[in-house]
T-cell receptor
Framework: QKEVEQDPGPLSVPEGAIVSLNCTYS??????FMWYRQYSRKGPELLMY????GNKEDGRFTAQVDKSSKYISLFIRDSQPSDSATYLC????????????FGSGTRLSIRP | EAGVTQFPSHSVIEKGQTVTLRCDPI?????LYWYRRVMGKEIKFLLH????????ESGMPNNRFLAERTGGTYSTLKVQPAELEDSGVYFC????????????????FGEGSWLTVV
């Protein structure tokens, strides 16, 4: 079983729609959750992070973590064509080792 | 401020040849990481340097891969001899520290070095 499972998509929605991206993880000990955005031929860029259950909002983006069900979500409101990218959920392992475990990424396309 | 810089951006080599990828981290970042994404798979951790020391190399796939960071500045990742399954994109990343995210410890990624082994 993969440590982080993510639907690869692709997902195509019209401009202005609300987008919901989701992941599940396997290890209840995971504490730090992140969303990276990756544009074509670019490196991953940290979009949002959280280390607790509940919602965290940043502009049009909301990250949600439900530790009881081991579920991570990213919501994008009023989606724009510039939001078209691959979105990667990730777990940050902090301790003697410091590394990121990535989901496979969901390719999102916003149609004008 | 310059970001994480990687060279070359693209490389096509024949099976059995050697390739060396270079990464220049953000200035002042002691922590340097290598990740890679092979076809159809997720991005996976390879190793982590703290200055010139290997902190964690648990993700290195086999002894054909050698990473170095002499002097604690730039790093190289050598693949020798390259195999077809090594094709993919190799990402370098760096961070100032390794504490909680948001405390100046964000990990920044480069644009990647795309390797094709034919």
């Amino acid at each position: 079983q993969k440590e982080v499972e993510q639907d690869p998509g692709p997902l195509s929605v019209p401009e202005g729609a609300i987008v919901s991206l989701n992941c599940t993880y396997s290890n209840s000990a995971f504490q730090y959750f992140m969303w990276y955005r990756q544009y074509s031929r670019k490196g991953p860029e940290l979009l949002m992070y959280t280390y607790s259950s509940g919602n965290k909002e940043d502009g049009r983006f909301t990250a949600q973590v439900d530790k009881s069900s081991k579920y991570i979500s990213l919501f994008i409101r009023d989606s724009q064509p510039s939001d078209s990218a691959t979105y990667l959920c990730a777990i940050y392992l902090l301790g003697s080792a410091s590394k990121i475990i990535f989901g496979s990424g969901t390719r999102l396309s916003i149609r004008p | 401020e310059a970001g994480v810089t990687q060279f070359p951006s693209h490389s096509v080599i024949e099976k059995g040849q050697t390739v060396t990828l270079r990464c220049d981290p953000i200035s002042g970042h002691d922590n340097l990481y290598w990740y890679r994404r092979v076809m159809g798979k997720e991005i996976k951790f390879l190793l982590h340097f703290v200055k010139e020391s290997k902190q964690d190399e648990s993700g290195m796939p086999n002894n054909r891969f050698l990473a170095e960071r002499t002097g604690g500045t730039y790093s190289t990742l050598k693949v020798q001899p390259a195999e077809l399954e090594d094709s993919g994109v190799y990402f370098c990343a760096s961070s100032q520290g390794t504490g909680m995210i948001g405390s100046g410890n964000t990990i920044y990624f480069g644009e990647g070095s795309w390797l094709t082994v034919v």
